[in-house]
């Protein structure tokens, strides 16, 4: 069975220091990985995604995550955090549930990030 | 191009009405996914469609939920007799082939209240 643990419910920065969002994910076959963003009223957006291809993913607003599979981990980091970066985090792992072979995302329970001016 | 719509945005019902939601995916996308959203939690999976093949309704909580999708495009989720539990924003997302890689589109989602 596949899981994701976001370890953060909240993560408060200054403007223009690092960001670090935390996930962990357990999963029994080859998963793929997404971070995704929420801005407030606004509908979900793709931030980044791990398919086993580089391990080191650059997404979007200088967003980077790290797949480590012997930690199974996928952080995201931002090196300067900005005032638009303000919104939820969603981490997410999709394999294949079952004999079916069905792929299946599975959300974590998002981070918020605030950022202080 | 046009991105996944959904409709109403909002709805209100009373328990015990049974309500439909619509999803118009994004055109040609193969994959049709419905998640349910409670508040400060992330989305929840209920089911999703290849073309007009449901291929995993195991999120769908209860038989008052059902879903379709009859022409491979626009899908609709129904519950019936409505309870206040059901209360939440419904979103569905669309993907462009079906494969484990693709990234999600999503729709701006319909928040349902029962009252």
């Known amino acids: 069975a596949q899981s994701v643990t976001q370890l953060d419910s909240h993560v408060s920065v200054s403007e223009g220091t690092p960001v670090l969002l935390r996930c962990n994910y357990s999963s029994s076959y080859s998963p793929s990985l997404f971070w995704y963003v929420q801005h407030p009223n606004k509908g979900l957006q793709l931030l980044l995604k791990y398919t086993s291809a580089a391990t080191l993913v650059k997404g979007i607003n200088g967003f980077e995550a790290e797949f480590k599979k012997s930690e199974t981990s996928f952080h995201l980091t931002k090196p300067s955090a900005h005032m638009s970066d303000a919104a939820e985090y969603f981490c997410?792992?999709?394999?294949?549930?079952?004999?079916?072979?069905?792929?299946?995302?599975?959300f974590g329970r998002g981070t918020s990030l605030i950022v202080h001016p | 191009g046009a991105g996944v719509s959904q409709s109403p945005r909002y709805k209100v019902t009373k328990r015990g009405q049974d309500v439909a939601l619509r999803c118009d995916p994004i055109s040609g996308h193969v994959s049709l996914y419905w998640y349910r959203q409670a508040l400060g939690q992330g989305p929840e999976f209920l089911t999703y469609f290849n073309y007009e093949a449901q291929q995993d309704k195991s999120g769908l909580p209860n038989d008052r939920f059902s879903a379709e999708r009859p022409e491979g495009s626009i899908s609709t989720l129904t519950i019936q007799r409505t309870e206040q539990r059901d209360s939440a924003m419904y979103r569905c997302?669309?993907?462009?082939?079906?494969?484990?890689?693709?990234?999600?589109?999503f729709g701006p989602g319909t928040r349902l209240t029962v009252l």
């Open positions: 997302a669309s993907t462009p082939r079906g494969a484990i890689t693709d990234t999600q589109y």
């Open positions: 997410v792992v999709s394999d294949r549930r079952g004999s079916g072979g069905s792929y299946i995302p599975t």
